[in-house]
């Protein structure tokens, strides 16, 4: 069987345990991927701290050079990357190159460094005095991803970190690792020195060793919210930097005066495109007045139902199916469960079988009407092919639903009223907001970060958010009198400028 090794200077120590990694598409185990521990950790720590401080003295746009081959050696493995993310991951090929393009356009951010790593400067702050600063890399720094994005979000953050000077070390997860093992090949092919990015694998027991590693500065996590509140709260504990982002309930607000048919085409690929497994994909729905509602379901529904959930080869499919079995029980228990609470089952889609693939992972799209913002379902992320609608009286009602939900990662209004959806953007209580735009991931050159216990830690991914996360800021104060140091004055009264 194919096995997934560590990416670690000096090779992969023999493994003493596993994890299956399943085949979406057809059920059953198609690799195992290693599981290390803290010795394993301490391997790579050693080889980062050996290469960083070369790295980090490499003038800024040698770095960036890296990154010019890196986007390019991409470009020219989109094809085979995609293929090998989505046997793993179960998302349709166009949607595979969608993730690697989305990391892609980080790299291509990375490739102008040197110019958003420049400092700040003022000449004659005082008598003879100049202030400048300098960002400089944190030294080791490490990310721990989740296997809906593994190209885009181990690029978001091993692209930034990387090229302002650190050594990166990267914990995937453990349910698609084939693709961060070749993105660490095709870095080191376009140049990077050996030990600045480094994959190692794991679960639960590599998380910690990383987070208790007093080597390693700082820690960017993404995955579910209980999770990323405990990485933050560990991690922090430990002196680290630490940014974690974490789950979601994105809401699509629609106003009476929306373009119905834009919205229902947006909802689809919002909701349903990857079976729902995005964090920022729309699983809540909120018509403005009953009318909108009706109007609504009336075009969605027919739309739902033409819907083709196929292997992830299948260039006619929508989408894929979910990432392993047990995903897909959870998904199918959600369903239940808003049921059980009272909401009306529209669409069903638990029971979907596609011939010749009868045991991979697929799972119809699923439409709930008159979910009530006190159902558990509601309230908790589902991450699977299911489309929520929860109906609002008015403007004032559909802005409280995102508001005051847990999670505040990305929401969308469907309105022509610029002032509505004004209004709506300066005063929803969420990190990410789509005026018309159902997935508002920002562009590469700002930056993600959803609120609430979608987010812990203060800084955002990629950007320059990204930047000021993976890099701190030194403050020099210069004075350089005339004629030697005799004129300093007196010295037991704090320093001012006056
Ligand atoms: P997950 O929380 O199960 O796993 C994320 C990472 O944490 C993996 O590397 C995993 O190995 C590790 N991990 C798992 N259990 C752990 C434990 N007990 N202790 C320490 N580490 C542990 O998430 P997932 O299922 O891989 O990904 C889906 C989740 O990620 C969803 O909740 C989704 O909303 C969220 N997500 C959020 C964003 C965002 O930017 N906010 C982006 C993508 C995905």
Avoid at 279 to 294: F, K, N, R, Y
Avoid at 409 to 423: K, L, M, S, W
Wanted: with cysteine.
């Amino acid at each position: 069987m194919r096995q997934i090794d560590h990416f670690i200077v000096g090779g992969s120590p023999a493994p003493t345990r596993f994890a299956d990694v399943m085949d979406p598409n057809n059920g059953g185990v198609q690799a195992r991927v290693t599981l290390g521990d803290a010795a394993v950790l301490e391997r790579a720590v050693q080889a980062a701290q050996a290469a960083q401080p070369a790295w980090a003295a490499m003038n800024p746009q040698r770095r960036a050079r890296v990154m010019f081959d890196f986007k390019s050696l991409i470009e020219k493995n989109m094809d085979t990357l995609a293929h090998m993310l989505s046997a793993e991951h179960g998302k349709v090929i166009a949607d595979s190159k969608g993730d690697i393009q989305r990391g892609l356009e980080v790299v291509e951010f990375c490739c102008g460094l040197p110019h958003v790593l420049k400092g700040e400067y003022t000449q004659g702050a005082g008598p003879g005095i100049d202030v400048y600063s300098m960002r400089q890399p944190l030294g080791i720094g490490a990310g721990i991803t989740p296997f809906n994005f593994p190209a885009m979000i181990p690029l978001w953050m091993g692209a930034v970190a990387t090229s302002v000077g650190n050594a990166f070390i990267l914990k995937p997860s453990e349910r698609d690792p084939s693709v961060p093992n070749r993105l660490a090949e095709l870095l080191l092919e376009a140049g990077m020195p050996e030990g600045i990015f480094q994959v190692v694998h794991g679960d639960k027991i590599m998380v910690d060793a990383i987070l208790d590693h007093p080597a390693i500065s700082a820690v960017s996590f993404v995955g579910s919210s209980d999770i990323a509140h405990y990485v933050y709260n560990r991690g922090v504990a430990a002196g680290k930097r630490v940014q974690a982002m974490g789950g979601a309930k994105n809401h699509g607000i629609i106003m009476p005066d929306a373009d119905l048919d834009q919205v229902v085409n947006d909802l689809c690929g919002a909701a349903y495109g990857s079976a729902g497994e995005r964090c920022m994909a729309l699983p809540v729905v909120v018509p403005v007045g009953g009318d909108t509602a009706e109007r609504l379901k009336e075009k969605l529904i027919p739309a739902i139902h033409a819907l083709r959930v196929g292997v992830s080869t299948d260039a006619e499919a929508h989408y894929g199916p979910v990432v392993t079995a047990q995903h897909k029980a959870k998904v199918e228990g959600w369903i239940q469960t808003a049921v059980d609470e009272g909401s009306e089952l529209v669409v069903d889609g638990r029971g979907f079988k596609l011939q010749g693939h009868e045991e991979g992972y697929f799972l119809g799209p699923t439409l709930l009407d008159h979910v009530t913002a006190d159902m558990a379902s509601y309230k908790e992320e589902i991450f699977g092919p299911v489309l929520q609608i929860v109906r609002a009286a008015n403007f004032e009602e559909a802005l409280a639903l995102p508001s005051r939900h847990q999670y505040g990662n990305g929401v969308a209004i469907f309105t022509r009223n610029g002032h509505a959806a004004r209004e709506f953007a300066a005063r929803v209580n969420v990190g990410m907001v789509g005026i018309n735009v159902p997935i508002p991931v920002p562009v590469a050159y700002h930056s993600f970060g959803g609120w609430k216990r979608s987010g812990f830690g203060d800084t955002d991914q990629y950007g320059m958010e990204g930047i000021r996360f993976w890099t701190k800021v030194k403050k020099i104060t210069a004075r350089w009198p005339d004629g030697g140091m005799g004129d300093a004055g007196n010295s037991f009264i704090i320093p001012t400028m006056g």
